[in-house]
C-alpha cells in the first residue's frame, strides 16, 4: 500500500485541477482553498462509572460565499483537523455543483461512538452542541448527519441549542427525526443520489443499467440505501456488499434489503447465510462489475487498488474515496468516476428542502421531495456533462469542480469588487 493520502492535499490538488480552465486569479485561488474558521476543541465528559473522558472536537467553516456554512457531523476514531478541513471543502464545492443557497462546513468528534453507552453518548453530543451553539445558527451554519451520527444526534443538538438560546430554531440542525422538523426522504437521500447518478451516467455512456452487476463498499446509510434503490428501481443486481467486517458475494445476485435487516440484526453484513463467498474489502474493490461504488470512508482506493479495479463505472458515494494518485491512473485507464460532489449530493439537497420547510413551517410529501432532488440531481448532472464537453476535460471530477468554482467566485465577486 502506498502512503496514506491527506484529505485536505486532495482537495486543494482538485481544487487547482479545475482552475486550469476558469478565469481565477492565483489570490482567489488560494482564498478558495482553504477554511475561513476552524473550531478546535476538547470535550470532557463524566463517563458512567465516573470517571473523566476528554476527545478532541472540530468544526470547519470553509466557504459561506453562497450562503450558511452547511455539512454533517462524524463520530469516527479517524477524525483529525486535516480530514475535518477537507470535508468542508468538499461541502462548499458540492452545493454549488447542484445549486442550493449555502456555503460548506462539516465538524466531526475522535471518538469510537461503539464504545460509549447511549447516555455517554447522549453526554458527548451535548457537550459538543455547547461549543458549537456561537458559531452555528440557522443563517450561520447548519450541521447535518455523517458518518455515525443520525436524527437522535441531530435532535440533542437541536434541544441543547433551543434550550441554550431560549427559542425554537428548528433550522439550525437538519437530518432530524420526522416529527422534530426532519424531512421525509432525508434518511434514504444520498444513496438516491447515488442511485440517480448511476442512472444518468449510464445513460449517458450508452449502458444499461437492467440487469448491471453491481459491488458496494460499505453498507451503511449512503451505501446500503443506493443499493436498495438500484435493484428496486432500476433492475441493477448487487452482487457483492461489504462493511469493515468483510465482505459478502453471490454472483447471482444479493437481496439488498435482506441483506441491510440481517446487518440490521448482528451488525455486519458477513455470515449472511445466503451469500456464496465471503471476500475481502481488497477483493470486492477490484471485482470485475459493471459499477463500483464506494460508499465508507476516504482513501479507500489508492493507485496500487487502482491498477487492479476491473469496475467500468465508479460512483462515489463517499466523500473522497480515491487518492489523487488512484484518481489519475483510472483516469488513464479510462474508468468513468462519477464524482462524490455530485454523486452524494442528495443528503445536502433533501436537508436543504428539510431548511427550506423548517423556515415555511411548512411540510411536503415524500413523493414531492424525492421529485425535486431528482430535479436537482438530473440538471446537475447536465450541467457537469455541458462543461466535461465544452472544456474537453480529462475526467467528470474536474468537469464538476469547474461548475462549482465558477458559482462560489460568481458570488464571491458580486460581494466585493463587480467583475
Ligand atoms: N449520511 C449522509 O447523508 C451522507 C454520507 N456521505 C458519505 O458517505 C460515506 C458513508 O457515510 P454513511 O453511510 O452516512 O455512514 P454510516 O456510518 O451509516 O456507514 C458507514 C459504513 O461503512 C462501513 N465501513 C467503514 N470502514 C470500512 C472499510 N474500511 N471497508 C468497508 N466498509 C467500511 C461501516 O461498517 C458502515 O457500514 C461517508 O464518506 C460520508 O461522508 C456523504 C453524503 C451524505
Ligand atoms: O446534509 C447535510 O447538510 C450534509 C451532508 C454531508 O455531510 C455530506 O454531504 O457530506
Not at 461549543?131 to 443563517?139: A, F, K, Q, Y
Request: glycine share 10%; net charge negative; aromatic share 6%.
Amino acid at each position: 500500500m502506498s502512503e496514506e493520502a491527506n484529505p485536505f492535499e486532495s482537495l486543494q490538488g482538485q481544487i487547482r485541477a479545475a482552475g486550469e480552465h476558469v478565469d481565477v486569479s492565483e489570490g482567489e485561488l488560494r482564498r478558495l482553498s482553504r477554511p475561513e474558521r476552524l473550531l478546535s476543541t476538547n470535550l470532557t465528559i463524566e463517563r458512567d462509572d465516573g470517571s473523566l473522558d476528554t476527545f478532541r472536537a472540530y468544526r470547519a467553516q470553509f466557504n459561506g460565499d453562497r450562503g450558511p456554512y452547511k455539512g454533517g457531523i462524524r463520530y469516527h476514531p479517524g477524525v483529525d483537523e486535516d480530514e475535518v478541513k477537507a470535508l468542508s471543502g468538499w461541502m462548499v464545492y458540492k452545493t454549488a455543483v447542484v445549486d442550493i443557497p449555502y456555503g460548506g462546513g462539516k465538524g466531526g468528534v475522535a471518538v469510537d461512538p461503539r464504545t460509549l453507552s447511549m447516555d455517554e453518548l447522549e453526554r458527548l453530543t451535548r457537550s459538543f452542541a455547547k461549543e458549537l451553539r456561537p458559531i452555528i445558527g440557522e443563517d450561520k451554519d447548519i450541521p447535518a448527519p455523517d458518518v455515525n451520527t443520525g436524527q437522535r444526534e441531530m435532535n440533542w443538538i437541536k434541544d441543547t441549542y433551543e434550550t441554550l438560546e431560549n427559542t425554537t430554531a428548528t433550522g439550525v440542525i437538519t437530518g432530524k427525526a420526522i416529527d422534530s422538523g426532519g424531512s421525509e426522504g432525508r434518511v434514504r437521500a444520498t444513496g438516491r443520489s447515488v442511485m440517480l447518478t448511476a442512472r444518468e451516467a449510464f445513460d449517458y455512456l450508452g449502458r444499461r443499467i437492467e440487469g448491471a452487476t453491481v459491488a458496494v463498499q460499505g453498507y451503511g446509510n449512503a451505501g446500503s440505501v443506493a443499493a436498495q434503490l438500484l435493484e428496486s428501481e432500476l433492475d441493477a443486481n448487487i452482487i457483492a456488499v461489504s462493511d469493515s467486517s468483510g465482505a459478502i458475494c453471490d454472483r447471482a445476485g444479493l437481496d439488498a434489503a435482506a441483506v441491510r435487516d440481517h446487518k440490521d440484526r448482528t451488525g455486519a453484513v458477513t455470515d449472511y447465510p445466503e451469500a456464496d463467498e465471503e471476500l475481502t474489502n481488497e477483493e470486492l474493490l477490484s471485482m470485475d462489475v459493471d459499477l463500483l461504488i464506494p460508499a465508507a470512508l476516504e482513501n479507500a482506493i489508492d493507485a496500487d487498488l487502482a491498477r487492479q479495479v476491473s469496475a467500468d463505472v465508479i460512483v462515489e458515494a463517499a466523500n473522497g474515496p480515491l487518492t489523487p494518485d488512484a484518481d489519475d491512473v483510472l483516469t488513464e485507464r479510462g474508468v468513468h468516476v462519477l464524482p462524490d460532489i455530485l454523486a452524494n449530493a442528495g443528503g445536502v439537497t433533501v436537508s436543504y428542502f428539510e431548511w427550506v420547510q423548517n423556515r415555511q413551517r411548512f411540510y411536503w410529501s415524500e413523493e414531492k421531495v424525492n421529485r425535486e432532488l431528482k430535479r436537482h440531481i438530473v440538471d446537475a448532472f447536465d450541467g457537469l456533462v455541458s462543461a466535461f464537453e465544452e472544456h474537453d476535460l480529462r475526467n467528470f471530477r474536474t468537469a464538476a469542480y469547474v461548475v462549482a468554482l465558477e458559482r462560489v467566485l460568481r458570488a464571491y465577486r458580486e460581494g466585493g469588487t463587480w467583475p
